[in-house]
């Protein structure tokens, strides 16, 4: 679907999307499927991430303001939102695509792990999504009723992937809060959904240990292949827009149907042409 080709799904809908760095990140491409579709937003992303960034092109291209925002203090979250309330006004959707893995970073396996790490590890990616709709729907009941909050999972929540280690928990956990504060949001029409998109060629996924091998494992197997970024943006207005409106507490495999196939002809095939090669070595 061409930027030019919207059909207005969130025509008139307000929304707050954490995480974009630059044109190459899930959260950007979800803030230009977003203006496609018709609907105004604010972007956040901590400030170091913001100098890193290329965030006021974002900016110029869809008239979002952008809001620094550390998501592991509870006082700039709160302090963020009542910007947003004052930009924007009450808001319909929330993107939650922030994840960081310091133990990653320093290449420190699990079975060695920093704590300290451990634990901004988890509140980043995971506990961050429990103060933002903390602040945003009880501290300044700000999410209209209808609205929709969709955060960025990974499979390594229900599987072990051995190099994305503490973000497999991270993104467990990150799940867990969402069908928690979807379960406690139902009765204002309020869905919260996780999505668990495929190995995506990212700033962020690129830099984990071993991605390359990862992402070609995933696309042998999907059936489908690997989902782009701008192809998981249109995933996510769906879950923004009024079409998913029982739609809540899911975890959405967004993965071209990895998560489900067990294995592909294309596999097999490299698998059994590498043992022919051993054996005949």
Not at 182 to 200: E, H, K
Not at 257 to 262: K, L
Request: with cysteine.
């Amino acid at each position: 679907m061409s930027a030019q080709n919207g059909n207005g799904l969130l025509k008139g809908k307000k929304g707050i999307i954490f995480g974009a760095l630059d044109d190459r990140s899930i959260a950007w491409r979800v803030a230009l499927a977003c203006h496609r579709e018709g609907a105004e937003f604010a972007l956040s992303n901590a400030p170091i991430a913001l100098r890193m960034g290329a965030l006021d092109e974002l900016s110029k291209e869809t008239g979002a303001p952008v809001i620094p925002c550390d998501v592991s203090k509870q006082d700039e979250v709160d302090d963020l939102f009542s910007q947003v309330k004052e930009k924007i006004g009450n808001i319909d959707f929330i993107l939650h695509a922030i994840g960081m893995s310091p133990n990653i970073r320093k290449k420190k396996e699990y079975d060695d792990l920093n704590y300290t790490f451990y634990q901004q590890t988890l509140d980043i990616s995971a506990v961050s999504l429990h103060k933002i709709l903390q602040s945003a729907t009880s501290t300044h009941n700000m999410v209209n009723d209808g609205g929709s909050v969709v955060a960025l999972s990974y499979i390594g929540a229900q599987r072990i992937f051995s190099k994305y280690s503490d973000m497999n928990d991270a993104k467990a956990l990150l799940e867990s809060v969402a069908r928690n504060f979807g379960s406690r949001l139902g009765d204002r029409g309020i869905r919260v959904n996780t999505i668990s998109q495929g190995p995506t060629k990212t700033s962020a996924g690129s830099g984990i240990k071993g991605f390359d091998g990862m992402y070609e494992f995933a696309e042998k197997i999907a059936p489908l292949g690997n989902p782009s970024a701008d192809e998981c943006a249109d995933y996510c207005v769906t879950l923004f827009s009024d079409l998913t409106r029982k739609v809540t507490m899911q975890n959405l495999f967004h993965d071209g149907g990895f998560s489900t196939n067990g294995i592909s002809e294309e596999l097999m095939y490299d698998l059994q042409r590498l043992h022919e090669q051993d054996h005949n070595s």
